[in-house]
């Protein structure tokens, strides 16, 4: 078999990137579905609870917005160690893969929420008012009108969501989360092979280049506003 | 055209012959951050008897978008009452609104179409919020397709539809609920002049053959010649004209109805003739005269019979003939010596013929 590592990596340290490939996948899809749970519909509310929106709830909506920029303000490194008794509390642990699914999920849910409710006020005013024209309800213009018409931004929102999880899924490394962050610290940099760090930094940029390219074809596809 | 009937003595037959019914309705807008209250309509009473075509026209800032959102229920009036086939909007609760709309069907300036629906999808979007099952939905949007001369189009989207093609997507969205009431707000203000008549014929069309109510708001008074029965002149939020489509177009009263009538009717005089007009007769100034020519006369060969009669030289400076509501229209202005005597015998002969005349001033 062709040896793609061209004889810089040993077959172990080869099996070692492609447990933390696939911890560092496992992470950032269970957060991302995670984080897109609770933001797709918190998004949505913020979008929709503004002063004289579908949902005008003024008040909550501040308050709700206060949280989701605190949490975005929070650099992650801290948030991962400033809520572990929480990620103890969810998972029975602060360490390993699944516990830092916590932190991820808590850092990815504002962040997803504010990306969906910029998508959903992206779209043209007239079309909430043709749907309350048509005697819509608040939940069937969210339902027919603001998530399908938004749908292409909302898949471009989620890319980002992604890219980034990746990004910060290499950090929760520092708290025995493992995965590719946490194999290029520990192999890369602590015992000074710069082949590891390479190899960690190449799969990364290939992992990223995958997902955008993915969802960057997948909203052309859902976008219809382009001729033919 | 019904007997005028008073409000007063017989309020429920008047909102039976009316399809919507404006009472004396006001909208005021909450000044925001200390600032004084908008007001955007005042005083507003107007009656669209069933089965016309009543045209609001005014400028932008007039007041009409509001107006018109009041039938729907989209704005709430301040004062007053908005009556849809006898229905007070303002008293239902916003699920029995919901149920109303449904019975008012709107088209808009931009369409308002979802791109993310095909043409048979869009048109199927409010019987899908009424909760129709899918076969039945099937069987009233084709046909609609084929009213508005679209069924070849189905499946395109509408960033692969023309404007017009659009707005019939849109009259078609709108017709999908069976409504007895239809509100064009600016329907073909975003279109070319030829596709704005297929669409002004289209709505005709509705109008005649599914006995459709059509209150339409526009600031083109082409689209109220074209199509309305009734028009309503709006400026600063006040109706300040109301009548028969024909009635304001030959005899309008308000500034604001001439100014807008202006391109139509031959009010507008060329410049090289405007330029030089003063408003006080002179030594060897003509006056100029301007003859509404209505009904039965406006074919009349008028002209010829005053200047043989009065053996006056008579110069047309601009003429047009024209259909309004079906009924010929014509707008003439001439020149003629501008001395006392010939200009009286000159009005005086054209009033015998029961025509209405003005003078606009010397040249």
Redesign the interface.
Known sequence: MFDFTFGLLSPAMVDLILEATRQTLYMVLVSGLLGTAIGLPLGVFLATSRPGELFAAPWLNSALGLVVNAARSTPFIILVVAIIPFTRLVAGTSIGTNAAIVPLTVAAAPFIARLIEASIREV?Q??V?????????PL?IVA??LL??A??SITLALTLAVVSLLGYSAMVGAVGGGGLGDLGIRFGYQRFMPEVMAAVVVVLILLVQGVQTLGDGLARR??????? | MNAPVSVETTPRRLEAASAILFEKVEKTYSGRHGQNPVTALSDISLAVPEGAIVGVIGRSGAGKSTLIRLV?G?EQPTAGRVVVDGVDIGALSEQA??????A?G?I?Q?F?L????TAYANVA??L???GLPQREIKSRVEPLLELVGLADKRDR????LSGGQKQRVGIA?ALA?QPRVL?SDEATSALDPETTNQILALLRKVNAELKLTVLLITHEMAVIKAVADKVAVIDGGRIVEEGSTYEVFAHPRHATTRSFLSALTGANLPPYVADRLKAEPGPGRDALIRIVFTGGHATDPVLSRVARLLSVDINIIQAQVDEIAGRPFGVIVISVPGDAPTLSAVTNAVERLKLSSEVLGYV
């Open positions: 043209d007239g079309l008012e043709a749907a309350r024209a048509m005697g819509a309800s069937q027919k009108v399908p018409e749908l292409p859902l976008d219809k506003r382009h001729r033919g | 729907n989209l609104l919901r149920g109303q709309r449904r008012i709107m808009f931009h308002n979802l791109a993310r629906r979007l409010p899908e919020i009424a989207y509408p960033a692969e969205r609920t509100l």
